[in-house]
C-alpha cells in the first residue's frame, strides 16, 4: 500500500538485465494489424452477404431503419460505465466484432447447419423452426461471446468486474442486431415490393415495430448474461480456477436459454410473442436494469470507502474521496474545469476521476487477497497519472465537494470561524491592519 510521500517513482527494468525481445506475432502492431484486418473482410464480406438477400435498395432502407436504436443503445451502456469508463478501443472493437465477425458466423453456420438438417430429415419446415430454436441461439450467443472473452483475457485491466461484462457484452450484441435488423428490414422491404404492399400495414412496418420498437434490448439482454458471468469471475481470485471457468460458462446458457424461449415464442400460439413479450423478457430486463444500476452504486461506495486510505498518507486531499463516490460531484468538478481553464482541464480531471476510481479498485481487490502479482506496480502507475494532474484536478474537486457535501452539524468554536469549511472569508467590519508606528 501507498506509504511513502506523495513522489511516486516509476518501476525500473526487471532483475536480470534487459528485457527479453519479443517475437513478432507479440508486437502490438502486429496484433492490431492483424484484428483490424479481420474486422475488415468479415465486414465486407457480411456487406456482401446482405446486399445479395436484400437488394441495393432493400439494403439501404434497411441501414436507414437500423441504425435509429444504435445511439440510444451506446449511449445506455455508456452511461452505466460512468463510474470507470472503460477506453472507446474496447467499445469500437466490441461494436465492429458484433457487427461484423459475429454476424458473419451467424449468418454462415446458420444457413449451412438449417441446409444440413434439411436434407437430413426431408423437412425443410421442421428445419427452419429447430435451426431457429435450437442453432441460432447457440451458434449467436457463442460468436458473440467471443468478443467478451477477448476483452476479458487482453484487456484484463479494463475488465475489473460486472459492469464492464454487461458493457462489453451490451456493446457487442447492439452491433450484432444492427447487422441482423438491416437484413430483416431490407428483406421486409423488398418483400413489400414484390406485392406491392406500403404504409403502416406493410411488412416493413411491422417487422420494424418488433425489432426496432418492441424490442431494441432483446440481443443486449441476452449477451448481457455472458458479460455479468465474465464479470462475476473477474472479481473472483485468481486461484478459484473452476469459478472462474464455470461463471462465464454458466451466464453463457442462460443467454442460449432466454434466446432459444424468445425466438420460439412465434410457435407458442397467435399470442405467444406478446406473451413471452410481457411475462418473461421485460421482467428480466427490468431485473438485470436494477442489477446494474445496483452494482454501480456498490462501485461509487467502493471508491468512498477505499480513498481515504490515500488521503491519510498524503496522495488525495481530505475532500477527494467524497467528491470521487458521488456522480453529481464528479460532473461538477469538470465543469467548473471547464469554465476556469478550458477543455483540457476538464479532460484532466476527467481522467483524474478514472484514474482514482481504479485505484480504488485495484485496493480493494488487494485487501480481498484478490490482486494479482503485479498489484504494487500498477498502484504505483495509477498514483503517478493522480500526481501528474493534481494542481488541474484538486481545485475542481475541491469545489464539488464543497457545493455538494451535506450539512455536518458540529459545535462553535469559542473563537470567530469564517467560511461554510472554516475556510477565512472577508468579515462584515475587517479587523483593523496592524502598524508598529502607532503609538
Avoid at 432493400?58 to 469508463?85: K, Q, S, T
Avoid at 458484433?98 to 449468418?107: E, P, S
Avoid at 446494474?292 to 475532500?319: C, F, H
Wanted: charged share 15%.
Amino acid at each position: 500500500m501507498a506509504t511513502v510521500p506523495p513522489y511516486p517513482t516509476h518501476p525500473g527494468p526487471p532483475a536480470g538485465g534487459a528485457l527479453r525481445h519479443a517475437h513478432w506475432w507479440q508486437k502490438k502492431w502486429v496484433r492490431y494489424g492483424a484484428l483490424i484486418t479481420l474486422l475488415t473482410l468479415s465486414g465486407l464480406v457480411i456487406l456482401a452477404l446482405v446486399r445479395q438477400q436484400t437488394g441495393t435498395e432493400g439494403f439501404l432502407v434497411g441501414l436507414g431503419l437500423a441504425v435509429l436504436p444504435v445511439p440510444l443503445l451506446i449511449a445506455a451502456f455508456r452511461w452505466l460505465d460512468r463510474v470507470e469508463p472503460g477506453p472507446w478501443r474496447n467499445l469500437l472493437f466490441a461494436f465492429a466484432w458484433g457487427a461484423c465477425a459475429a454476424a458473419l458466423i451467424a449468418i454462415v453456420a446458420n444457413s449451412f447447419a438449417t441446409r444440413w438438417i434439411a436434407t437430413a430429415t426431408a423437412d425443410p419446415s421442421s428445419a427452419d423452426t429447430l435451426g431457429a430454436t435450437v442453432i441460432a441461439p447457440i451458434v449467436e450467443e457463442l460468436a458473440k461471446a467471443a468478443a467478451v472473452l477477448l476483452v476479458f483475457l487482453f484487456r484484463r485491466r479494463d475488465f475489473t468486474g460486472i459492469v464492464d461484462g454487461v458493457v462489453i457484452a451490451g456493446v457487442t450484441a447492439t452491433g450484432f442486431a444492427f447487422t441482423e435488423n438491416i437484413l430483416y428490414l431490407g428483406t421486409a422491404f423488398g418483400t413489400d415490393q414484390l406485392n406491392g404492399e406500403g404504409g403502416i400495414a406493410s411488412v416493413t412496418a411491422a417487422t420494424f415495430f418488433v425489432r426496432v420498437i418492441m424490442s431494441p434490448f432483446a440481443h443486449p439482454l441476452f449477451t448481457v448474461l455472458t458479460g455479468i458471468g465474465f464479470g462475476i469471475s473477474a472479481l473472483s481470485a485468481e486461484r478459484q480456477h473452476v469459478r472462474r471457468v464455470l461463471l462465464p460458462l454458466s451466464g453463457l446458457l442462460l443467454a442460449m436459454g432466454m434466446h432459444a424461449i424468445w425466438n420460439g415464442s412465434s410457435s407458442f400460439g397467435e399470442y405467444g410473442f406478446f406473451a413471452v413479450y410481457a411475462a418473461f423478457m421485460v421482467p428480466a430486463f427490468g431485473l438485470l436494469t436494477w442489477l446494474v444500476i445496483w452494482t454501480r452504486q456498490r462501485e461509487l461506495k467502493t471508491v468512498r470507502e477505499e480513498l481515504p486510505a490515500y488521503a491519510v498518507t498524503g496522495w488525495l486531499t481530505p475532500a477527494e474521496p467524497y467528491a470521487l463516490g458521488s456522480m453529481r460531484a464528479r460532473r461538477m468538478a469538470r465543469d467548473y474545469a471547464r469554465h476556469h481553464a478550458g477543455r483540457p482541464a476538464a479532460r484532466a480531471v476527467s481522467q483524474y476521476e478514472a484514474y482514482a476510481t481504479s485505484l480504488a479498485f485495484l485496493r480493494q481487490r488487494g485487501r480481498r487477497g484478490r490482486a494479482g502479482a503485479d498489484f504494487a506496480v500498477r498502484e504505483r502507475e495509477l498514483l503517478a497519472e493522480l500526481w501528474r494532474r493534481r494542481d488541474v484536478a484538486r481545485p475542481a474537486l475541491d469545489h464539488a465537494a464543497r457545493a455538494t457535501a451535506p450539512p455536518v452539524a458540529v459545535a462553535a468554536p469559542p473563537w470567530p470561524v469564517y467560511g461554510a469549511y472554516g475556510y477565512p472569508t472577508t468579515p462584515t467590519t475587517p479587523y483593523p491592519s496592524y502598524n508598529p508606528y502607532r503609538t
